[in-house]
């Protein structure tokens, strides 16, 4: 049975500060013993968090989670995407996010951050085709001056 996730757009919310404390203090409370599910839950809730060193944490701690403990891999990767879309690592975001839908095709919360992958990969690329066409017409303006400047010599 597939596991079932809610929509992309929820999962990018952060959750309250007070929410986020009470998974916080869990987890520190386990210290060096912490549980698996402590662990995933506290990362889950860093991963939802605006704060980009709160988000980089929640993907250490899932990247922990996902190699030390096989049989939660595939409850990590959607959040391991999420998390490294959510910090601008589109490959990565893509390759944890393709190895789920690879487990589960249906799996439309994955299929919901695809769809945010490519268009944030689309729109990046072509923000960066404009800027490399500015730097390449002010060139070619700069040079053409340069030259005409050249030849009245």
Wanted: proline share 3%; charged share 25%; net charge neutral.
């Amino acid at each position: 049975m597939p596991f079932l996730w809610a929509d992309a757009a929820d999962a990018e919310s952060p959750l309250r500060p007070e929410e986020l404390q009470v998974l916080r203090g869990q987890y520190e409370k386990e210290g060096d013993f912490v549980g698996v599910q402590t662990k995933f839950n506290y990362a889950w809730g860093l991963i939802k968090s605006n704060a980009r060193g709160e988000q980089q944490e929640g993907v250490r701690l899932l990247s922990e989670i996902f190699r030390n403990a096989p049989e939660r891999r595939r409850e990590c990767l959607y959040y391991l995407g999420l998390g490294n879309y959510k910090l601008g690592s589109y490959a990565e975001a893509r390759r944890y996010n393709d190895l789920l839908l690879d487990l589960e095709p249906a799996n439309l919360q994955a299929g919901s951050l695809r769809g945010l992958i490519d268009d944030k990969v689309a729109k990046e690329g072509l923000v960066g085709v404009a800027i490399l066409s500015g730097i390449a017409i002010t060139a070619g303006v700069v040079g053409s001056m340069i030259f005409k400047s050249a030849r009245r010599r």
